[in-house]
């Protein structure tokens, strides 16, 4: 750990952290002082705030991933036909409809091909 000496020989990745900190502590009266430079080097070794942030950042992955999907089979499900997409009780002029489908055709499309690239990942 604190040795200075790495696995494959040299210094290990946290011996500049433990030389701050060693420093540091030699030098104050009060240890309390050297707060900032011990979090320094626990982070180092244990990489808890890096572990916590990989794991935000995975879980929002998967987050927009679910909403992707649930998105995708909504817009299929609507192209397909098998969704009811209108009941008659609102009259919609043709434009409007029109406006509405090459909308959905748009987002179908480039959902299609972002879930494409996701599968190649």
């Known amino acids: 750990m604190a040795s200075g000496f790495g696995w494959g020989g040299g210094r290990s990745r946290?011996?500049?952290y433990w030389q701050e900190f060693q420093k540091c502590y030699a030098q104050t009266d009060e240890p309390s002082d050297c707060r900032p430079q011990n979090e320094d080097y626990l982070e180092c070794l244990h990489r808890t705030k890096d572990i916590q942030r990989a794991?935000?950042?995975k879980a929002e992955y998967v987050r927009q991933l679910e909403h992707h999907v649930k998105e995708q089979s909504k817009v299929s499900e609507i192209l397909s036909g098998g969704g009811i997409t209108n009941v008659g009780l609102i009259k919609r002029?043709?434009?409007e409809e029109e406006a509405r489908s090459r909308l959905w055709r748009r987002r179908?499309?480039?959902?299609?091909i972002l879930s494409d690239e996701i599968k190649m990942v």
């Open 14 to 16: 946290c011996f500049s």
């Open 55 to 57: 794991q935000a950042v």
């Open 93 to 95: 002029d043709k434009p």
């Open 108 to 112: 179908y499309l480039s959902r299609s």
